[in-house]
């Protein structure tokens, strides 16, 4: 099948299209996301930039048209430009982030207090409102705050404050997709029953062909197979202690493999519940199972991609499914993308 790629950068003005920016050929963008960065994705370029453009509010948004199907692949704000003039044009060096940056440079401007029996989700889309982030796919939770709460220095950004509030809720971190929107919702144990994307070195018809190249790193040396999580706070009646063990005896890292304990044990100061301190070590455990594979690996350019999303791969050596924790590409046409993924089946 022909592929018929083109890419252009939109220019965003309140959330509509306003401009487009340019670039010189072989001179072509890139973006790059991490699952495990505070900022998710970034965005860089060489551009030739209108004079109508305002970098300092105006957001960017890289597009890929593919058989006459346009997708969004971000939306992002400048953060550093920088300017270079030849005797004919001038070209801005933009270096861009993803709406995480807005919450990033949003900060408390005094004590921020939370009172006991709020809801988690009504704080964080507060606080998202606040950063002027309207869009919002939220998954319900009825969660509440089990204390008063004033845990945050002025000058704390509520980037750090909204993820502290989503992990005692046993939420990922917010992220933002293509359009721009943020996804508040449960962390979920990578699964079959969930693949965003199917690659296959045989089969291009049920799935995308993946390149020959790729890397492969197992480390599993000092792996833990005990999870304790501990909450301590002088408003609470007592401690609260979670204990997540792995005994499965397909574990390569579990206490039947290595016949030992390995402990790992961390303090939270708050948490929703001991349900959800017994989910945390049970998420910690379940994490530490799942990333003992780690691979790169490339694809064609394709759109659709966002944070942490399931893969699955039909290859002799690669054959499983993944939870992808990185990927960029540049876009031109005959690029390949970068994909950084971890296994999701136990080790």
């Not at 980037?159 to 990922?172: D, G, K, M, R, T």
Request: charged letters at 20%; hydrophobic letters at 35%; proline letters at 4%.
């Amino acid at each position: 099948m022909i592929r018929d790629v083109s890419y252009h950068v939109n220019v965003l003005r309140n959330g509509a299209e306003f401009a487009r920016l340019h670039w010189r050929s072989g001179d072509n963008p890139n973006i790059m996301v991490n699952k495990d960065a505070e900022i998710k994705g970034s965005f860089s370029g060489r551009f030739y930039v209108p004079d109508t453009v305002d970098l300092l509010s105006d957001e960017l948004q890289p597009v890929m048209r593919l058989n006459d199907v346009e997708t969004p692949l971000g939306v992002f704000q400048t953060a550093t430009p920088s300017r270079a003039t030849d005797r004919y044009n001038t070209i801005i060096q933009i270096e861009a982030y993803d709406r995480c940056w807005r919450l990033q440079n949003q900060r408390t401007e005094n004590i921020l207090h939370i009172a006991a029996g709020t809801s988690y989700i009504t704080k964080i889309r507060q606080m998202l409102t606040e950063a002027g982030i309207g869009l919002v796919i939220v998954a319900p939770s009825t969660a509440t705050l089990q204390t008063d709460r004033e845990d945050w220095e002025i000058g704390t950004t509520y980037l750090s404050i909204i993820n502290q509030l989503l992990a005692e809720i046993n939420y990922s971190d917010v992220w933002f997709d293509g359009s721009g929107i943020a996804h508040l919702e449960p962390y979920e144990q990578p699964s079959a029953d969930r693949i965003d994307h199917a690659y296959s070195d045989t089969d291009v018809v049920h799935a995308q062909p993946i390149g020959p190249d790729h890397n492969d790193e197992t480390d599993i040396f000092n792996a833990p197979n005990v999870f304790v999580r501990i909450c301590s706070n002088p408003d609470l009646d007592a401690d609260m202690v979670a204990t997540a063990v792995n005994e499965s005896p397909t574990s390569s890292t579990s206490t039947f493999k290595r016949k030992m304990r390995i402990v790992d044990v961390q303090r939270v100061d708050n948490i929703a519940s001991q349900d959800e301190l017994q989910a945390a070590a049970d998420r910690a455990r379940n994490e530490s199972m799942l990333a003992a594979r780690t691979i790169t690996f490339q694809t064609l350019n394709e759109p659709g991609h966002g944070v942490g999303d399931i893969i699955s791969i039909d290859d002799p050596e690669l054959a499983g499914i993944y939870e992808e924790t990185g990927w960029s590409l540049t876009m031109a046409a005959g690029q390949m993308m970068q994909h950084t993924a971890k296994r999701t089946v136990i080790a």
